[in-house]
C-alpha cells in the first residue's frame, strides 16, 4: 500500500479527530520514551511513575476516544446536509479504499494498544503496590509514617503486606479506600493527625501470621536496655530483661508467656469503650479443650446493664499488643537514649541529656522551625551556663544539634502534628497503659479471679544498675526488684507507670 493512497474516510477530517489523534500519539511516544529513559538510566521517582503508568495512558485514552467522537459528530453534520436522513449509520464498504484503510488502522492500532495496555495496567499495578508509590506520592502527608517505616524491624516489607494482604477482595477496597484519600489530599481535608483506622484493618492472622505464625514457638528472650539520668554527667544505667515471650523451652509451645494470648488452645476475647482500644472493662477467657469460660469485669469502671449488647466483642490478636510495627514513634527518651548510646549526641558533655529532653519538647510550628530552636536552645545554654566548653568545644556542641536533630526529624513532624503521644503504643507500660488495660489488678471474675499486675508475668529483671555497680541475680529463675532511680522509696508500686512517665514529656 503506498503511503499516498493511505487516505482516510472524510469523516476523519475534523479538528476533534485531529486533536484527538494528535494528543494520542504524542502520549504514546512519551511513555514509550521515558520508559526507555528511566530503564537504561535506572532512576524514576514516585512522580514519574505516576506520569508513566497513569496521567499518560489516561491521556492516550482520551485522545484515542476524540477519534471516534469527531467522527461521529461530523457524520451526523454531513447526515442534516443530504436528503438521506433516513440512513442513521454509516455503511461500511471494504471496497472503498478510504474505509479498508480506516479498518486496517483500527485493526492493527487496537491490537497494539490491546498489548501496551496490558502491559502498561499489570506496570501500574505493581507500581501502585509499591512503597514508593505509597511513602511518597503524597510527601507532606505520609512523611511521618514513610519516616517511621524506614527505621522499623518491618523496612523491607512493602507497606501492601501488611495494609492489603493478599486477595482480590481487600485489594479493591484498598483502591476505593484510596480515592477518598486522594480527593482529600487535593483539597485539603484530611485531619491532622490522621486517624488510625483501627476498626478497618485486615485481621492479624490474614497479614501478621504470613510471617509470625502462632505455630513458630519463641522461647525467653535476653532484652538490654541502656538508660541515661538527667543528672549532670549522664549517668548509665542499664536494666537487663529476660523477656517471657514464651517458655523457658520453645518445645513446650505456648503453654506459658506472653503469646500465651494467642495459643490456638483458648480464646481471649474482650469490649474497649474508647476508639484507640486504651479503656477495657471487659474480658472473656475460654478454653477450647475443657469449655472452662471465665470473664473478668474492670470494678473501677464497670460496663452499664445491657451496655455490652452495643459494643464489638473481639478476639485478641497480634495487633491489640503490636499495634505499632512499623509506625511506633519514640517518645524523646527513648530517642535521646539511642542517640547517646549510638555516639550521635557526646555523652561526656554536660547534662546533655536534660537539655536534649527540654529542646526536643518544645512545641514548634514547623520541622525547619524545629531545627533552629533545638539549635538556639543548645548553643544558649552551653554558652551561658559552661562558657568555656562552648568555646574550646565547639564540635561537640555542633555533633550535639545534629544529633538531637536527627532524633526529632525521626519522631515528631510538626505540620502533621505526629509525635509518639498522638498514637498510643500498646507494647509495654510506661508511657501508655499497654499491658495494665488489663493486668491491672481490677479486672475479676465473680469468683474472685484476678488478671494480676504482676511484673514477673511477663519479664524478669537479671540485672539492673550502672557499669561496674550492677546488681546481678545468681539464678534465671529468680528476679530483681525493680529499682527506680528517681523514686528509691517505692511510690511508683502504688500507680501505674503511665500516670507519671506520660507527663515527663
Not at 480464646?267 to 469460660?293: C, F, H, L
Request: hydrophobic share 35%; net charge negative; charged share 20%.
Amino acid at each position: 500500500m503506498k503511503l499516498k493512497n493511505l487516505k482516510l474516510p472524510a469523516s476523519f477530517y475534523n479538528w476533534t479527530s485531529i486533536i484527538g489523534a494528535t494528543i494520542a500519539l504524542i502520549s504514546l511516544f512519551m511513555i514509550v520514551f521515558l520508559f526507555v529513559i528511566t530503564s537504561i538510566l535506572n532512576q524514576g521517582g514516585s512522580y514519574i511513575g505516576v506520569v508513566i503508568y497513569i496521567a499518560l495512558p489516561a491521556l492516550l485514552v482520551i485522545g484515542l476516544l476524540m477519534i471516534p467522537i469527531g467522527m461521529i459528530i461530523k457524520y451526523r453534520r454531513n447526515l442534516k446536509k443530504t436528503e438521506k436522513t433516513e440512513l442513521r449509520w454509516p455503511a461500511f464498504d471494504f471496497n472503498e479504499p478510504r474505509q479498508r484503510n480506516a479498518f486496517m488502522i483500527f485493526s492493527v492500532g487496537s491490537t497494539i494498544f490491546l498489548l501496551l495496555s496490558a502491559v502498561g495496567s499489570y506496570e501500574a499495578f505493581h507500581y501502585t503496590e509499591s512503597v514508593e508509590f505509597c511513602g511518597t506520592l503524597c510527601h507532606e502527608v505520609m512523611k511521618p509514617e514513610y519516616t517511621a517505616y524506614q527505621n522499623s524491624p518491618h523496612a523491607r516489607v512493602a507497606c501492601v503486606d501488611c495494609h492489603v494482604g493478599a486477595g482480590a477482595d481487600w485489594y479493591v477496597r484498598s483502591k476505593l479506600s484510596g480515592l477518598y484519600q486522594v480527593y482529600s489530599v487535593t483539597f485539603d481535608l484530611y485531619p491532622r493527625p490522621i486517624p488510625v483506622p483501627i476498626r478497618n484493618l485486615r485481621p492479624a492472622r490474614e497479614t501478621c501470621e504470613e510471617c509470625h505464625w502462632p505455630e513458630k514457638f519463641y522461647a525467653r528472650q535476653l532484652r538490654i536496655e541502656r538508660h541515661y539520668l538527667t543528672d549532670s554527667d549522664n549517668t548509665e544505667w542499664d536494666i537487663h530483661l529476660q523477656m517471657k515471650t514464651g517458655p523457658s523451652l520453645s518445645a513446650l509451645g505456648l503453654q506459658e508467656g506472653i503469646h500465651w494470648h494467642i495459643n490456638p488452645d483458648i480464646s481471649v476475647e474482650y469490649v474497649a469503650t474508647s476508639d484507640d482500644r486504651e479503656v477495657i472493662p471487659w474480658v472473656r477467657y475460654t478454653n477450647k479443650k475443657t469449655g472452662e469460660v471465665q470473664i473478668y469485669e474492670d470494678a473501677s469502671n464497670p460496663l452499664e446493664p445491657g451496655q455490652i449488647d452495643t459494643l464489638e466483642i473481639r478476639q485478641m490478636d497480634c495487633m491489640d499488643c503490636h499495634n505499632r510495627p512499623s509506625h511506633n514513634y519514640q517518645t524523646p527518651i527513648y530517642a535521646i537514649n539511642a542517640a547517646i548510646t549510638a555516639g550521635k549526641i557526646p555523652r561526656d558533655l554536660p547534662d546533655i541529656k536534660f537539655q536534649a529532653m527540654q529542646v526536643m519538647n518544645a512545641t514548634y510550628s514547623t520541622t525547619d522551625s524545629a531545627m533552629m530552636g533545638i539549635e538556639k536552645g543548645i548553643r544558649e545554654y552551653y554558652s551561658t551556663v559552661y562558657e568555656e566548653l562552648y568555646n574550646s568545644n565547639p564540635e561537640k556542641i555542633s555533633q550535639a544539634i545534629d544529633g538531637i536533630r536527627e532524633a526529632f526529624s525521626k519522631n515528631i513532624f510538626p505540620e502533621m502534628k505526629v509525635k509518639w503521644s498522638a498514637y498510643p503504643n500498646h507494647i509495654g507500660h510506661l508511657e501508655f497503659n499497654g499491658c495494665f488495660r488489663c493486668h491491672n489488678n481490677n479486672h475479676s471474675t465473680a469468683e474472685g479471679r484476678t488478671i494480676s499486675m504482676d511484673c514477673n508475668l511477663c519479664h524478669s529483671i537479671v540485672a539492673q544498675g550502672t557499669p561496674g555497680d550492677m546488681q546481678v541475680i545468681t539464678n534465671l529463675e529468680e528476679s530483681l526488684e525493680f529499682f527506680h532511680q528517681t523514686d528509691p522509696d517505692g511510690n511508683w508500686k502504688d500507680a501505674l507507670c503511665s500516670d507519671c512517665h506520660r507527663d515527663l514529656y
